[in-house]
């Protein structure tokens, strides 16, 4: 195996960490929050709760990044891919493929390794605030009358 087999040394503390964050995940599946989206690697929640709705690259985006993203939507669409690009990838001695960003922080400290590797990416966060702002801002619209529609639209025109 790739990593050490034994995950409790190198990581003493990892089901209860594990526990707590399901713990968290379902406290977030059952909020009262109208449009939402629960970001979350691959991992564990597919078989503890359900497959996520889409899986998502930072390459889709135009980061020329590996890192798979699971969306849990509610009320939301999937995302669109706004700009596909080839990812870095590194291939090793034993044929093995890994992306850059993975590879250049294996040996760093696990803290820092998170914090490095937990990062959201520009071309992401960029499609999810365009896209999912749109959507919303349709749907609220599409309840209102023409009239307050008409006294929006100015404001709209200035951005």
């Known amino acids: 195996m790739f990593y050490s087999a034994n995950l409790k040394e190198r990581f003493p503390t990892i089901h209860e960490d594990r526990k707590k964050a399901v713990d968290f995940f379902m406290r977030l599946t059952k909020t009262d929050i109208p449009y939402k989206a629960i ?10 709760y359900r497959k996520p709705d889409q899986i998502i690259q930072p ?20 995302l669109m891919f706004t700009k596909t690009v080839k990812p870095d990838i590194i291939t090793l001695k034993s044929g093995r493929t890994d992306s850059k960003l993975h590879y250049e922080t294996f040996r760093l400290p696990i803290e820092e390794r998170r914090r490095i590797r937990s990062k959201t990416f520009p071309g992401i966060a960029e499609a999810i605030a365009a896209q999912w702002t749109l959507y919303i801002l349709y749907r609220k619209l599409s309840f209102c009358s023409k009239e307050s529609i008409s006294k929006i639209i100015p404001f709209l025109k200035q951005l």
């Open 59 to 78: 390459y889709q985006f135009g980061d020329a990044e590996r890192k798979a993203t699971c969306l849990w939507l509610y009320n939301l669409p999937k």
């Open 39 to 48: 970001e979350n690697p691959i991992g564990i929640m597919s078989s503890k």
